[in-house]
């Protein structure tokens, strides 16, 4: 089904490679399972007391009944009973903090695991998919520890059981035996049909996430072109194609149960009639034979829940395999060292450099550009010219193929590249803000930043004007993504946020949605400022900032076709000049390269 197929990323892990990472997770948890180990052992044993204690109570009043007996009996009986209780409170109790602590460390992996991703990771796979792994899978996770926990507690049991039952009648228990392969190769026979429900249902809860995640993202949207009932009508589509695969796992696990309780009642069936035989001969006394029903009643429970076991451990296992293969997707931005990084001069070579988002996407099929420390670079062209991959390799958000990316004559993959990142600013076309308050998302840049230092910077970008505009000032809210603000408003706080971090090198992609001429000034005047005594690479839309860069690059189809100023660009009148009179030249007109209100 569409939506439904598994990821790039995903992978098979035999199961003993998931079983033996799981149990890697526990390592630390050693001293609480092994409490929990202690608990299920007495568990077990007093589940297997009762049944004797009751086999002998029948032997022993049938004889010679007394109510001191029966009494006796009945307190002894109640506080097995109790023991047994407390036995298993403690057993789940400890069970639920260490199966809470290793989702936890589990959850903390996976996400740290993903910010390591490069962006063609979000770029090819929807957001909400990845957040299914990381809450819905890592829950199911959980599963297969308590099933394994649960397993151990049967199995003693069933040992236990086995031993009591040899005792009465070692007919009959190697009767209640020969029966037992029957059921478990039945279960056993449901373990992939189980494992590929397990997988078809966890990637269709994931397709609902993502479609709902991203209907709510672009709602407005929705509403302005009226397609209310297109989303709804596609949401019935995904949610019916996930009705069916999770209505296919629901019978999986649903029909393997019955399945089983029938092979064990003919057991019984077959049991209690040669039992029955045995104690009208006289061979097996009445408690005796109450003890052996008993026990068998006991016994074929976990002999169930074992063979089932194997059905059910599928859906954590599968889950399990769904978090590890996102856990190890591989990175395509890979570093070949981690040396320190200075302070940056900001001078950036490309050398041959070969890139292509895909097989069929080439963007710069050999590019070669040295761009000194300081200047400020304004590229233009079409879209797919290759501008924003320019930034993004800067950036090291993506990966080149071929070539080499030089920044102050150092390749760019052998620095530590976290501490390279922090001398690179990027301001996106549609700046994105955080929920919080203006003031929290200047800081973003440089969170150990004082409440001082945040608003000199914001007093700084565009006069300070738009502080005082806003409600409360920088404690104003900027709601989900910044709708709060507008777009002009938007702008500026991203500026500032970049100004407070101080970068060596400037990405900025300009944003093209219009603005009144007030916040245009402001933002022109801020771009003044952030720019100023910086290299910086600017995907230009404003005629004003290309005017102003010390140099113009004209691409086109990943290569440089032209470059100058604009005053010689315009001369040549070539690609530059027919760029500019088809985008800019309704900018001339309104263009005030000394705009100074304040003045």
Request: net charge negative.
């Amino acid at each position: 089904m569409d939506g439904l197929d598994s990821e790039a990323y995903d992978r098979q892990y035999e199961d003993r490679v998931l079983v033996k990472r799981i149990i890697g997770y526990f390592r630390p948890e050693a001293r609480t399972m092994g409490f929990v180990s202690g608990m299920i052992l007495l568990n077990a044993v007093m589940d297997t007391v009762l049944p004797v204690m009751l086999a002998r109570a029948v032997d022993t009043l049938a004889a010679d009944f007394t109510t001191t007996a029966a009494v006796t009996l009945a307190i002894v009986i109640l506080l097995a009973g109790a023991f047994s209780w407390g036995f298993n409170y403690f057993r789940q109790s400890y069970t639920a903090y260490a199966v809470g602590d290793v989702v936890l460390q589990l959850q903390e992996d996976v996400f740290a695991a993903i910010l390591d991703r490069d962006m063609s990771f979000y770029d090819e796979h929807a957001s909400g998919k990845i957040v299914s792994r990381i809450t819905g899978d890592t829950r199911d996770f959980s599963t297969v520890v308590t099933l394994t926990l649960n397993l151990m507690s049967q199995v003693l049991l069933m040992g236990l059981l086995i031993i009591v039952m040899s005792t009465i009648n070692v007919r009959l228990t190697l009767l209640a035996l020969i029966i037992a392969p029957f059921i478990i190769i039945a279960a056993l026979g449901f373990r992939r049909i189980a494992r590929r429900a397990s997988s078809g249902a966890q990637r269709a809860r994931a397709t609902v996430n993502a479609h709902l995640q991203e209907t709510l993202a672009g709602i407005s949207v929705a509403k302005n072109f009226r397609q209310e009932q297109t989303v709804y009508d596609e949401f019935l589509d995904i949610n019916e194609q996930s009705y069916q695969v999770n209505l296919r796992e629901g019978f999986v696990y649903s029909g393997i149960f019955p399945l089983l309780i029938m092979i064990a009642g003919l057991g019984s069936v077959l049991i209690v009639y040669f039992g029955g035989r045995s104690t009208l001969d006289g061979a097996v006394s009445p408690g005796d034979w109450f003890l052996f029903i008993q026990a068998m009643g006991i016994f074929w429970f976990p002999l169930t829940s074992i063979a089932s076991f194997w059905s059910q451990f599928q859906l954590g296992l599968s889950a399990s395999e769904r978090v590890f293969s996102l856990m190890d997707s591989e990175a395509r931005v890979f570093q070949n060292d981690d040396r320190p990084v200075p302070r940056l001069r900001g001078e950036i070579e490309f050398k041959q450099v070969r890139f292509r988002y895909t097989e069929q996407e080439q963007v710069l099929p050999d590019f070669n550009l040295l761009i000194p420390a300081g200047e400020m670079v304004a590229l233009v062209g079409h879209t797919g010219a290759g501008k924003s991959s320019l930034g993004k390799l800067v950036a090291r958000f993506y990966e080149f193929q071929e070539g080499q990316l030089l920044i102050d004559g150092h390749d760019v993959r052998s620095f530590d590249l976290m501490a390279y990142r922090r001398q690179i600013g990027m301001v996106p076309q549609t700046p994105f803000l955080f929920s919080g308050t203006v003031r929290d998302n200047i800081r973003y840049s440089r969170p150990e930043a004082s409440d001082e230092e945040v608003a000199q910077v914001a007093r700084t970008i565009g006069w300070g004007d738009w502080v005082d505009v806003l409600p409360n000032g920088l404690d104003s809210d900027v709601g989900e993504g910044g709708r709060s603000l507008s777009m002009g408003q938007r702008q500026l706080v991203a500026l500032a946020r970049v100004l407070l971090d101080d970068p060596s090198i400037l990405i900025l992609d300009e944003a093209t949605a219009s603005v009144d001429p007030v916040t245009e000034a402001q933002i022109q005047e801020s771009l003044n400022v952030v720019l100023r005594n910086r290299t910086s690479l600017v995907i230009a839309h404003r005629l004003s900032t290309i005017k102003e860069a010390d140099r113009i690059i004209v691409l086109r189809k990943g290569e440089i076709i032209e470059e100058g100023d604009h005053d010689t660009l315009m001369n040549k009148d070539g690609h530059y000049a027919e760029l500019f009179n088809t985008y800019f030249r309704h900018q001339a007109a309104d263009y005030q390269p000394e705009v100074t209100p304040h003045s």
